[in-house]
């Protein structure tokens, strides 16, 4: 898993460590006894609380064991669990008027408080449009978990990440 650091973060370290390397400049190219020297040091000591963050990152890296995340594998093909319709949310962007494209889409079902990851199968010629229900297949990553909480005609939230997509409901389940 990539650690996420925030753009902003990284923004404000690049800075520090621009102002600590021109503060550095400034101590090595004027005479000690000045006003501008003192500023260079100063820019200097601005970067101390920066590097203590960096180790604590380093050390939480080097610690974190290496776990292989649990997810559909590559080499086995698709085994519908249900059919489901789905019906997605208008889009808020107008580039964002297809999010789900064709070909097999990673997802998350939520009903209530749990989610289910499971693969769509969007046929090439049937990319859903919002706010129009399609029928489409569905394998889910735990069918032994997921199949006995959804009931038929049971609404469910779909998941991208954290953007939820749409809304849909179990039509039937698929004979594996």
């Given at each position: 898993m990539k650690p996420n650091i925030s753009s902003r973060r990284q923004i404000i370290t690049i800075v520090?460590?621009?102002?600590?390397?021109?503060?550095?400049?400034?101590?090595?190219?004027?005479?000690?006894?000045?006003?501008i020297r003192d500023l260079g040091t100063l820019l200097l000591v601005l970067w101390l609380p920066i590097v203590g963050n960096i180790i604590a990152w380093l050390m939480a890296r080097a610690h974190r064991p290496k776990v292989q995340q649990p997810g559909f594998s590559q080499d086995a093909g698709f085994v519908p669990s249900a059919r489901v319709e789905l019906t997605l949310f208008p889009a808020?962007?107008?580039?964002?008027?297809?999010?789900?494209?064709?070909?097999f889409f990673p997802c998350i079902v939520v009903l209530g408080t749990e989610g289910f990851s499971a693969l769509l199968e969007v046929p090439q010629s049937a990319e859903p449009v919002p706010e129009v229900p399609q029928a489409l297949q569905i394998q889910f990553l735990r069918p032994e978990l997921a199949?006995?909480?959804?009931?038929?005609?049971?609404?469910?939230?779909?998941?991208?990440g954290r953007k939820a997509l749409g809304r849909g409901k179990l039509l039937d389940l698929t004979e594996a």
């Amino acid at each position: 898993m990539k650690p996420n650091i925030s753009s902003r973060r990284q923004i404000i370290t690049i800075v520090l460590l621009l102002l600590a390397i021109g503060g550095g400049l400034v101590r090595w190219l004027t005479p000690p006894p000045s006003l501008i020297r003192d500023l260079g040091t100063l820019l200097l000591v601005l970067w101390l609380p920066i590097v203590g963050n960096i180790i604590a990152w380093l050390m939480a890296r080097a610690h974190r064991p290496k776990v292989q995340q649990p997810g559909f594998s590559q080499d086995a093909g698709f085994v519908p669990s249900a059919r489901v319709e789905l019906t997605l949310f208008p889009a808020a962007v107008p580039a964002e008027s297809r999010p789900v494209r064709a070909g097999f889409f990673p997802c998350i079902v939520v009903l209530g408080t749990e989610g289910f990851s499971a693969l769509l199968e969007v046929p090439q010629s049937a990319e859903p449009v919002p706010e129009v229900p399609q029928a489409l297949q569905i394998q889910f990553l735990r069918p032994e978990l997921a199949l006995p909480r959804l009931q038929l005609d049971r609404e469910f939230t779909l998941l991208s990440g954290r953007k939820a997509l749409g809304r849909g409901k179990l039509l039937d389940l698929t004979e594996a």
